[in-house]
C-alpha cells in the first residue's frame, strides 16, 4: 500500500472516524483506524462494534492495500504535522512508514483481517431525509434518553418515520421530549430506536444542507451522505406507550420568561436536596414563588413574574430536570400547562414560528410540608 495526501485532508478524515473508535477495549483492533488505500481515494474506517464510522477522503494511491493503524497516535501525529503532502507506505500489514516535509515516523499496525466487517445494510430502497430536520430532532430530544442500564429500551430514541412526518421521543420516565418535523421521502412506515451516540455522529459528521440516505438491516441501521457512512445497532425491543403519559386536560397555563425562570431555579436550586433537587413552584396571579426547604442545609425563596390566571397551584419538581428542559427549548417564552400537584406538566415553545412542534415532559415530585 502507498499513497499522498495533502495534511489537512488526512487530518479530516481521521477527526471523523476517530469519535467512533472506543476509548477502552479488550480487543486491540478496536483501538485502530483501518486504513484502505483504493482506486478513488482512502477510506477511513473506526468502530467500536456498536457504532461505525467510514468515510473516503481523495489521495493520489500508486498502491492499493489496507492497514489498520492506533487511532490516538494517528491522529496525534497528523495534527502536529506540517502543512505539506503526507506520503504513507506500508511494507507490510504490520510495518507502516509515514513522511511529511522532513519528518519521519514508523508505526505497528495490526492486519486488516482482524478488523471487523461493517453490517450488511443496502441502500437500494433507502428513505431519504434532510439533514437539517435530523439535526432539529436529535438536537431537541436526545438529551431526554436514560443513562441508566435497568431499562435498556429506554437508554434509545424513538425514531418514527411517516410518509410526511419524522418524530423522534426520548424519556427517562421523569422527563419526555417529543418532536416532531414535516418531512418527505419516506418509502413506508418505519419505528426505530436508535442509540444516542449514534445520533450524535450524525450530528458531528453530516451539514444541515446535506441529504442523508437510511437504510435498515436486520438489526442495523444505515446512513449514508456523499461517501461518509454512519452504521449503529438498534436497541430492539418495544418502546413504552408515550402517548398515555402525555397529558390532555391539563386547564392551568402559565407563560414564562425562559432566561429569568431558569436564572431562578439556579438560584434556589444551590440548597436543594442533591438527591431530589426539589423545588417548590406556587402559581398565583401574576406571580410564580419558589420554595426550598432542605433539613440540615437551610431554606431558600424567590419569585418572579409570570403569566397566570388559573386558580392557584403548587407542585414540586426536580429544578435539574427543568432547567435541562429549559436548554433546549427554542423560544424566550416558554408556555407550561399542569392539572394538579401530582400529574404531569408539560413544557413548550410560546410564540415559535416554527412548522415543527415540540413538547416536553416532566413528572412533579411530592411535596413534603
Same mark, same amino acid.
Given at each position: 500500500?502507498?499513497?499522498?495526501?495533502?495534511?489537512?485532508?488526512?487530518?479530516?478524515?481521521?477527526?471523523?472516524?476517530?469519535?467512533?473508535?472506543?476509548?477502552?477495549?479488550?480487543?486491540?483492533?478496536?483501538?485502530?483506524?483501518?486504513?484502505?488505500?483504493?482506486?478513488?481515494?482512502?477510506?477511513?474506517?473506526?468502530?467500536?462494534?456498536?457504532?461505525?464510522?467510514?468515510?473516503?477522503?481523495?489521495?493520489?494511491?500508486?498502491?492499493?492495500?489496507?492497514?489498520?493503524?492506533?487511532?490516538?497516535?494517528?491522529?496525534?501525529?497528523?495534527?502536529?504535522?506540517?502543512?505539506?503532502?503526507?506520503?504513507?507506505?506500508?511494507?507490510?500489514?504490520?510495518?507502516?512508514?509515514?513522511?511529511?516535509?522532513?519528518?519521519?515516523?514508523?508505526?505497528?499496525?495490526?492486519?486488516?483481517?482482524?478488523?471487523?466487517?461493517?453490517?450488511?445494510?443496502?441502500?437500494?430502497?433507502?428513505?431519504?431525509?434532510?439533514?437539517?430536520?435530523?439535526?432539529?430532532?436529535?438536537?431537541?430530544?436526545?438529551?431526554?434518553?436514560?443513562?441508566?442500564?435497568?431499562?435498556?429500551?429506554?437508554?434509545?430514541?424513538?425514531?418514527?418515520?411517516?410518509?410526511?412526518?419524522?418524530?423522534?421521543?426520548?424519556?427517562?420516565?421523569?422527563?419526555?421530549?417529543?418532536?416532531?418535523?414535516?418531512?418527505?421521502?419516506?418509502?413506508?412506515?418505519?419505528?426505530?430506536?436508535?442509540?444516542?451516540?449514534?445520533? =450524535?455522529?450524525?450530528?458531528?459528521?453530516?451539514?444541515?444542507?446535506?441529504?442523508?440516505?437510511?437504510?435498515?438491516?436486520?438489526?442495523?441501521?444505515?446512513?449514508?451522505?456523499?461517501?461518509?457512512?454512519?452504521?449503529?445497532?438498534?436497541?430492539?425491543?418495544?418502546?413504552?406507550?408515550?402517548?398515555?403519559?402525555?397529558?390532555?386536560?391539563?386547564?392551568?397555563?402559565?407563560?414564562?420568561?425562559?432566561?429569568?425562570?431558569?436564572?431562578?431555579?439556579?438560584?434556589?436550586?444551590?440548597?436543594?436536596?442533591?438527591?431530589?433537587?426539589?423545588?417548590?413552584?406556587?402559581?398565583?396571579?401574576?406571580?410564580?414563588?419558589?420554595?426550598?426547604?432542605?433539613?440540615?442545609?437551610?431554606?431558600?425563596?424567590?419569585?418572579?413574574?409570570?403569566?397566570?390566571?388559573?386558580?392557584?397551584?403548587?407542585?414540586?419538581?426536580?429544578?435539574?430536570?427543568?432547567?435541562?428542559?429549559?436548554?433546549?427549548?427554542?423560544?424566550?417564552?416558554?408556555?407550561?400547562?399542569?392539572?394538579?400537584? =401530582?400529574?404531569?406538566?408539560?413544557?413548550?415553545?410560546?410564540?415559535?414560528?416554527?412548522?415543527?412542534?415540540?413538547?416536553?415532559?416532566?413528572?412533579?415530585?411530592?411535596?413534603?410540608?
Amino acid at each position: 500500500m502507498k499513497f499522498t495526501i495533502t495534511r489537512e485532508k488526512l487530518q479530516e478524515g481521521l477527526v471523523a472516524v476517530a469519535a467512533s473508535v472506543p476509548t477502552k477495549t479488550t480487543l486491540p483492533v478496536l483501538s485502530n483506524i483501518l486504513v484502505e488505500a483504493v482506486p478513488d481515494g482512502i477510506r477511513l474506517s473506526g468502530t467500536d462494534l456498536d457504532i461505525a464510522v467510514s468515510t473516503l477522503v481523495p489521495a493520489e494511491v500508486d498502491a492499493e492495500g489496507a492497514v489498520t493503524l492506533p487511532a490516538k497516535k494517528l491522529v496525534e501525529i497528523v495534527r502536529e504535522l506540517p502543512s505539506a503532502a503526507v506520503r504513507l507506505t506500508a511494507a507490510s500489514e504490520q510495518r507502516v512508514s509515514l513522511e511529511c516535509g522532513r519528518s519521519r515516523f514508523k508505526l505497528l499496525g495490526i492486519p486488516r483481517d482482524e478488523f471487523p466487517s461493517f453490517p450488511p445494510v443496502r441502500f437500494e430502497n433507502a428513505w431519504t431525509a434532510a439533514s437539517g430536520d435530523l439535526q432539529k430532532l436529535i438536537g431537541h430530544v436526545a438529551f431526554a434518553a436514560s443513562t441508566e442500564e435497568s431499562r435498556p429500551i429506554l437508554n434509545g430514541v424513538l425514531w418514527e418515520l411517516r410518509k410526511d412526518q419524522m418524530r423522534m421521543v426520548a424519556t427517562n420516565g421523569h422527563r419526555l421530549a417529543r418532536m416532531d418535523v414535516p418531512a418527505s421521502g419516506g418509502r413506508q412506515a418505519a419505528d426505530f430506536i436508535v442509540p444516542p451516540k449514534a445520533l =450524535e455522529q450524525i450530528r458531528r459528521l453530516f451539514g444541515a444542507a446535506d441529504e442523508i440516505q437510511i437504510a435498515k438491516s436486520e438489526n442495523h441501521l444505515g446512513f449514508r451522505s456523499g461517501q461518509t457512512y454512519v452504521y449503529t445497532r438498534l436497541i430492539e425491543g418495544p418502546y413504552p406507550n408515550y402517548e398515555q403519559v402525555i397529558p390532555r386536560d391539563n386547564d392551568r397555563v402559565a407563560v414564562v420568561d425562559k432566561q429569568a425562570l431558569a436564572a431562578t431555579l439556579r438560584r434556589v436550586g444551590v440548597v436543594a436536596s442533591d438527591q431530589t433537587h426539589r423545588v417548590r413552584l406556587a402559581f398565583s396571579g401574576g406571580t410564580l414563588k419558589f420554595t426550598v426547604s432542605t433539613p440540615d442545609l437551610g431554606e431558600a425563596n424567590d419569585e418572579m413574574a409570570a403569566s397566570y390566571d388559573g386558580e392557584p397551584l403548587e407542585i414540586g419538581f426536580n429544578a435539574n430536570y427543568l432547567l435541562e428542559i429549559l436548554k433546549f427549548m427554542p423560544t424566550d417564552d416558554v408556555r407550561i400547562t399542569m392539572k394538579a400537584p =401530582e400529574r404531569a406538566a408539560t413544557l413548550e415553545p410560546s410564540g415559535w414560528d416554527d412548522p415543527a412542534s415540540y413538547l416536553c415532559l416532566v413528572m412533579p415530585l411530592r411535596l413534603v410540608d
